[in-house]
C-alpha cells in the first residue's frame, strides 16, 4: 500500500482540486490517499460555504479515499501553525508515504533548499539577516535577502533575487515552504512532492477557464448565489451536491454573517481581548473603537488593516475572538509533535484500508462517534483540541441551520457519524 496525504480545504472542491488529486496519484505512484481537511473554519479566517461533512463527502466522491479532519485550533491560523498541524496529523499516521501539494514554484528541490536553511539556520545566514534588520528592513525582507545571499554565496540553486523575492511571496509557495520545514523538524519519513498549479491564481478572482480559484467560486456565488455560473468549473459530483444543499434551504456561509456575533464578543470581552490569540500590540483598541462605527464585517475589517497587518491577518484575528481561541491554549498546543487523535469525516473502501493500516501502525485515537471520546478528556492536549472543534461546530451550526432548525438536535458533532461511501469511482 502506498499512501498520499493531502492537505486541502475543499471550499468548494472544484476542477483544480480534481486536477490536483489525479495528478498527485500520478507522480506518487500512490494507491490510496487520506485529505487532512480543515472543518467548519478555514485558514483565512472565514467560515466554510457548507459544512465539513458536505465537503468531506463530495471529496470521497470525487476520489479521495479518507478525509480526517484538521484539528480546529490548527485549522484557522497563519501558514507556520495551519501546515504544523497538518504534517503533524499526517505523520502521527505512521502510514503515510508521500504528500503532494501545488505550488507556483512547482520544483520541490528549489522549495527543499530554502526550507532546510530556515530549519538550519546556518550561521552566516543568520549573520546576514541581522545585517539587513540593522538597516531598518522589515523581517520578511530582510530574511528573503539573507537567503538570497547564502543561496548565491554556496551556488545551491541557479535563482535570481527577483525570483527568490516573488518565491518566497507567493501563496501557495509559502505554504509549500511550511510543510517542508515540519518535515524536516520531525524527521519524517513521508516525501513532498509538488505540482504546477494550473490556470488561475490563488487569490483570482475571475472565471474565464474551467480550471479557477476557489476565490473566485466563492465570490460568484456570494454576488449573485447562481451554481450555473459555476458548472463549468466544478465536477458534476459537487454541483449536484451544492444544488442539493440550495434546494433544502442550506445556503453558503460567509464570514459577514457573523458580524453581529463578532460585535457582541468585542464589547463583551473589550477588557480582556488581547487574551485571544493573534491580538498583540494594541489591535485590540483599534478593533474596540471601530466595531461602534463599522456597519459591516468587511468595514471593520478595512477599518482596523494596516501596512503592519494584513487583511487576511485582521480575518484570522477576529475568526479566533469568535470562536475563542486563546493565547494560553495555542501555546499548550501549537509545539506538539504527535496528534493525539483523528476525527473521521468520510471514507470508501480503501479509506477502510488505511483506517485498518493507522490501527495497526500507530497508537492514535480514530473518533469515530463522539460519543466515546470521553476515554482520554484527562489529557490537557486532547481536551483542549477535541473542546475547540465542538465549540466551532456550534457556532458555525448556529447560522448554517438557521433556516433548517428542526435539523439541529444539539452539538451535532454528536450526532453525526463518518460518511461511508461504497463503490467510488476512481
Excluded at 483523528?342 to 463522539?370: H, P, Y
Excluded at 470521553?374 to 451550526?397: G, P
Amino acid at each position: 500500500m502506498n499512501i498520499l496525504g493531502l492537505i486541502v480545504e475543499y471550499n468548494p472542491f472544484h476542477n483544480g482540486h480534481l486536477y490536483h488529486l489525479t495528478k498527485s496519484l500520478e507522480i506518487t505512484k500512490a494507491t490510496h490517499s487520506v485529505a487532512i481537511m480543515s472543518g467548519n473554519f478555514l485558514q483565512r479566517g472565514e467560515p466554510a460555504l457548507f459544512d465539513k461533512y458536505t465537503r468531506a463527502e463530495i471529496a470521497v466522491k470525487n476520489g479521495v479515499d479518507l478525509v480526517i479532519e484538521l484539528p480546529t485550533m490548527f485549522a484557522c491560523q497563519s501558514a507556520e501553525f495551519f501546515a504544523h498541524g497538518a504534517i503533524t496529523t499526517l505523520n502521527s499516521l505512521n502510514c503515510i508515504n508521500s504528500i503532494c501539494f501545488g505550488s507556483e514554484e512547482g520544483n520541490v528541490d528549489v522549495l527543499y533548499v530554502v526550507s532546510n536553511i530556515l530549519v538550519e539556520e546556518p550561521k552566516e545566514f543568520k549573520d546576514s539577516l541581522k545585517n539587513h534588520l540593522d538597516k531598518g528592513m522589515l523581517y520578511p525582507t530582510a530574511r528573503s535577502l539573507a537567503l538570497f545571499d547564502y543561496i548565491d554565496k554556496y551556488k545551491l540553486l541557479d535563482i535570481s533575487k527577483e525570483k527568490l523575492l516573488s518565491l518566497l511571496n507567493s501563496s501557495n509557495n509559502i505554504l509549500g515552504l511550511e510543510y517542508i520545514k515540519c518535515l524536516l523538524k520531525l524527521k519524517s519519513n513521508i516525501k513532498p512532492f509538488t505540482i504546477s498549479r494550473v490556470s488561475s491564481s490563488y487569490n483570482c478572482e475571475n472565471i474565464d477557464s474551467d480550471i479557477c480559484s476557489a476565490t473566485a467560486i466563492r465570490k460568484s456565488l456570494k454576488d449573485f448565489n447562481d451554481l450555473s455560473l459555476i458548472k463549468d468549473v466544478i465536477p458534476y459530483i459537487t454541483y449536484s451536491f451544492l444544488k442539493s444543499k440550495l434546494n433544502s434551504n442550506f445556503l453558503p456561509m460567509f464570514d459577514d454573517k457573523y458580524f453581529d456575533l463578532i460585535n457582541s464578543i468585542v464589547l463583551r470581552d473589550c477588557d480582556i481581548l488581547n487574551k485571544y490569540f493573534d491580538v498583540n500590540e494594541g489591535i485590540e483598541n483599534k478593533i474596540y473603537q471601530n466595531v461602534f462605527t463599522s456597519t459591516s464585517l468587511k468595514d471593520l475589517q478595512l477599518s482596523v488593516k494596516s501596512k503592519r497587518y494584513t487583511l487576511t491577518k485582521i480575518k484570522r484575528t477576529l475568526n479566533n475572538i469568535l470562536l475563542g481561541i486563546t493565547k494560553d491554549d495555542m501555546n499548550l498546543v501549537k509545539n506538539i509533535n504527535n496528534m493525539p487523535y483523528i476525527r473521521v469525516l468520510a471514507f470508501n473502501d480503501k479509506g477502510r484500508e488505511i483506517l485498518k493500516t493507522i490501527k495497526s501502525n500507530s497508537d492514535i485515537n480514530i473518533i469515530n462517534k463522539f460519543s466515546n471520546i470521553s476515554f482520554n478528556m484527562d489529557d490537557d492536549v486532547f481536551k483542549t483540541l477535541i473542546n475547540y472543534d465542538i465549540k466551532a461546530s456550534n457556532i458555525y451550526n448556529m447560522v448554517y441551520y438557521q433556516n433548517n432548525k428542526h435539523l439541529l438536535k444539539g452539538p451535532m458533532d454528536y450526532y453525526t457519524t463518518p460518511i461511508y461511501v461504497r463503490n467510488t469511482i476512481k
